[in-house]
């Protein structure tokens, strides 16, 4: 009795010494702030959760957006047993041990378990294929949380046995609701502009948003204050951004993306946001001329000039300076015209040389100057253009089947009608060169 007495009060003096993210953790659905589409009345999770029907189940998502607290609510409601394991600490034998336990439990009271791993991306491969029979024969049932996308980082076998889940950033809007509880958790008041800046700036994350808040509620204590914008920017310090290795590809993606569609705002927003997350400045110079080529071409050849000076720039003076010659280079390549003709060009020539295309040279276009070239009819009937008033001449320069392959779909390289590729295309009408070459008569 007495030890139940002691525990009991040890475990009250703990909660009362948690910090304000645990301590406001929810313990029921209903106290669950955003993630609706997964936690609304009704939806698929929450009526599996409230029948005790859960199957196991992976959720993936950002810091902070609540999967530890969702694998916490279904604890607090099943009325299977809970165990709870963390990827960074245990071991395939803390693995078999509650696989052990589980099967005992079920064997000997028919009671299901359910085993929670945090940061499940960390097990090795070893440790996850040991969970996979237990997963398979219904032995256990598996909730995993992740940061890191399910499919790089979990074995296909257990990912497919699995139900996935994905959780999104909180709202502002989730934040505040979920910063106001916090402050009544303190028993504090806050100006709202101090309230509406955590909440702009936690970045989604309910944990980073509660902490901050923890901490400016201690600065404002010292003097008997409310929680003031000063307060709450002492306690961030400097604007933390969410940029794990799946955000970094995302914000990649819209980066190009928004310079492809011709849209310099959303090109400087992500160029912003690439900056301000300590992303590799030199990958970002690279993407840019890699898009110069890919995305606008000869459409606006000067398009790769201002790509490779923006490089070139940033190797010259470092950043924080260079962030004004990259951004001068996205918003000359947002605004340039488009094309992809060359790059279709190029790849459309690799695939027929991948497909087997004859790649022997036409004799007339051989290496004619050696010795003894002529004898093997290198180089005669070569035609040499600057001879022709015209500047150009009629020659076949391609092997017999890669014109064939040519006719049957279409040039490599079809100027696009956008900027300057429309004269480059009304230069290749051979009427038009016999046109231009009469007026120069």
């Not at 509660?210 to 306690?235: D, F, G, K, P, R």
């Not at 300590?278 to 201002?306: H, Q, T, W, Y």
């Not at 001068?328 to 279709?344: E, G, I």
């Not at 690799?350 to 093997?376: C, M, S, W």
Request: charged share 25%.
């Amino acid at each position: 009795m007495k030890d139940d007495l002691f525990s009991s009060a040890a475990e009250q003096q703990l909660r009362a010494q948690a910090p304000l993210a645990a301590r406001m953790r929810p313990r029921s659905l209903d106290e669950v702030v955003g993630q609706t589409h997964l936690v609304a009345k009704g939806s698929p999770l929450r009526t599996l959760i409230e029948a005790d029907k859960i199957s196991s189940i992976i959720f993936w998502g950002p810091p902070g957006t609540g999967k530890t607290t969702l694998a916490e609510v279904i604890a607090l409601t099943t009325q299977r047993s809970f165990e709870r394991l963390s990827a960074v600490s245990a071991g395939v034998k803390d693995v078999r041990e509650v696989i052990e336990r589980a099967t005992d439990r079920l064997g000997q009271f028919g009671r299901g378990t359910i085993v929670f791993i945090d940061e499940i991306h960390r097990f090795s491969t070893s440790q996850q294929d040991a969970l996979l029979p237990s997963v398979e024969n219904g032995v256990i049932t598996l909730i995993g949380a992740t940061t890191e996308n399910p499919y790089f980082e979990i074995n296909s076998p257990l990912r497919s046995r699995s139900t996935l889940f994905r959780l999104e950033p909180l709202l502002v809007s989730d934040i505040t609701t979920l910063l106001e509880r916090g402050l009544i958790a303190e028993g504090l008041q806050a100006q709202a502009q101090a309230i509406e800046a955590l909440a702009t700036r936690s970045g989604g994350d309910a944990r980073q948003a509660l902490t901050s808040l923890e901490v400016a509620c201690a600065l404002a204590q010292e003097n008997h204050e409310i929680v003031s914008l000063e307060h709450v920017n002492a306690a961030l310090g400097v604007s933390a951004l969410r940029y794990g290795r799946d955000d970094h590809y995302d914000v990649v993606s819209a980066f190009i993306k928004g310079i492809r569609g011709s849209d310099p705002q959303a090109g400087l927003f992500w160029l912003a946001r690439m900056l301000e997350s300590g992303d590799d400045a030199k990958f970002i110079a690279r993407r840019l001329v890699i898009l110069a080529s890919e995305d606008i071409g000869m459409a606006d050849p000067n398009a790769l000039v201002v790509a490779v000076a923006a490089a070139t720039a940033l190797e010259h003076v470092g950043l924080p300076e260079a962030q004004l010659n990259l951004a001068q280079a996205v918003v000359y390549l947002a605004t340039a015209p488009k094309s992809n003709r060359v790059a279709l060009a190029i790849w459309s020539a690799r695939e027929d040389i991948r497909k087997g295309v004859n790649t022997e040279v036409p004799a007339h276009l051989r290496d004619g100057h050696y010795q003894a070239a002529k004898e093997f009819g290198h180089g005669q009937g070569y035609v040499y253009p600057h001879d022709d008033p015209r500047g150009w001449v009629s020659q076949q320069y391609l092997p017999d089947e890669a014109i064939g392959s040519i006719s049957r779909q279409t040039e490599y390289y079809k100027p696009s009608a956008h900027g300057l590729e429309q004269g480059i295309s009304d230069r290749l009408k051979p009427e038009a060169t016999t046109e231009s070459s009469e007026k120069d008569k």
